[in-house]
Structures are given as C-alpha cells and as structure tokens.
C-alpha cells in the first residue's frame, strides 16, 4: 500500500469569488445538507399528512437555531479568551468555528419553542423527525472541515493519513473529519432505517435518543485522536468535546428507554 502514503491535502477552502463575495465549500456543504434536510422532512410531512406550512416555519428555526447555537458553543466553549476580547469576531461564521454540541443545544430550545408557538405537540415529536437529516447535514458539515483543513487528528503512520499543507504540517495526521463523517452518514442511514421501516418512530423521544446516542458517541472515541482544539485542552485526561458528549449520550440512553416504556403516540390532524 506504499502508493498510498500519504495523501497530501493541499484543497483551496475558496471555489470562487466575485470581487468581495466568495464561495467556499464549507458553505456550500452547509447549504446543500439544509436543502436536501428540507426534502427530507417534506416527504416525512407529507406521509404524515401535516399541515405544508409548519414546514416552511420549522425550517427557518432551525436554520437560525443550528447556526446561532454552533457558533455560540464554539466561542463560549472553546474560544471565550479570544473572542471576549474581540467580539466583532463572533458574526465571522465563515471563517470558521462552529460546536456540534452547541449547534444541538441550539435545536433543542428553538424546537421547543416552535412546539409550543406552532405544532402545539410534543417535542419530542418534532425532535424525532428532524434529527434523521440532521444526522446527513453533521457529515457534509464534517466534509467542510475537511476542505478547510481544520479539526484533523494527531499524526499517524497509516496509509490514508493526510499532510495538510496548507496548514504548514510536514507529517501525515489522521483525517478525523472524515471518520466522523462517515460515522454520520451511517447515523442517517439507521435514522432512516427506523422512521420509514419501524413504528419506533411514535414511541415519543426514541429517534432522537437513538441519534444521540450515534452521533456522540462516535464523536466521543473520535475526539481521543484529533488534536486539541484549543490550548487549555493540552493535559486534560478528557478534552472539551468528550466532556460535552457524555451528557448527550447518557441523555439519548434515557430517552430510548424511556420511550420504550411509553406507550406510542399517534396524532390525529
């Protein structure tokens, strides 16, 4: 396998610009998984017959939710020392830095409050069905990373490890990006498996426990070889993002049994 040692990933984050507007494929990636999430929950909608203009509303909180979220988890999380002294920075999504575990927080409360203002159902009942193409979104978001050549591992000496050049590194790091990517993607296929396929889906709060539990902990084991994001990661037995898995994997185990223990919920429109 010596022809594949190593890759050396050298991938210009910008596609193109025009004068001060530029496409980058960390957004464009971001773009397409809302687009293709939408399409997703319009074939679920429709199935379940609900009203079409729920849809358009639950997506617009959720774009802002996901956004506003992840950004915010990054800066208080990880980079509070940097950007309480340069808060202009904070509005810069597009240069990078956003936290999974606050792009999910995010979600959760602006689900909550669509529930109550909008479908006057459960959370739990939208929760469930908008975590199976959220799953999809988190790999492409991952893909970006990627292509911006952030958030990679430690070094290693395995064949597909990648010498990101464009960072100055000279040694083959582990493409932790892609792994979780690829745990994502297999996440979607089970969330997709168990709403279309399964009656999982009316047992209140499963799906997104059963998400939980994929997406964190993949991103648990992943985080023991990616670098530290931050400085103050350096000694830690467990960094930052393993510490802010173990509460979403612990709560997805409650809510799958507890939803087990329910009976299932059956709404009628």
């Known amino acids: 396998m010596e022809f594949l040692a190593f890759i050396h990933w050298n991938i210009d984050p910008e596609i193109f610009s025009l004068g001060p507007i530029s496409v980058r494929w960390y957004g464009l990636l971001f773009a397409f998984g ?5 399409y997703q929950a319009e074939r679920m909608f429709k199935f379940e017959k609900i009203n079409p203009e729920w849809l358009e509303s639950l997506f617009i909180y959720m774009i802002v939710a996901t956004i506003v979220g992840a950004r915010l988890g990054h800066v208080f999380f990880y980079g509070w020392d940097y950007y309480s002294q340069h ?3 904070i509005l810069k999504v597009w240069h990078g830095g956003l936290a999974s575990h606050g792009g999910a927080a995010g979600i959760f409360i602006a689900l909550m409050i669509w529930s109550k203002k909008v479908s006057k159902r459960s959370v739990f009942w939208v929760l469930d069905r908008v975590v199976v193409p959220t799953a999809l979104v988190a790999a492409l978001i991952r ?3 990627l292509m911006n050549s952030e958030i990679y591992g430690i070094q290693t000496s395995l064949p597909w490890g990648m010498i990101f050049e464009r960072n100055g590194e000279t ?3 582990h493409p932790t ?5 690829f745990a994502y993607l297999i996440t979607f296929g089970v969330m997709l498996y168990t709403y279309w396929k399964t009656d999982l889906r009316n047992r209140q709060g499963f799906i997104v426990g059963l998400f939980f ?3 964190f902990l993949a991103r648990f084991f992943i985080e023991f070889i990616k670098e530290d994001q931050e400085a103050f990661e350096a000694g830690m037995a467990l960094n930052m993002g393993q510490l802010l898995s173990i509460p979403f994997v612990l709560g997805g185990l409650y809510l799958m049994i507890r939803a087990l223990k329910r009976a299932p919920v059956i709404y009628k429109n």
């Open 143 to 145: 893909t970006g990373n």
């Open 87 to 89: 808060p202009a920075e």
């Open 213 to 215: 539990v994929m997406i």
């Open 171 to 173: 040694v083959a790091k």
């Open 177 to 181: 990006q892609l792994y979780e990517a």
């Open 34 to 38: 809302f687009l293709f999430g939408y």
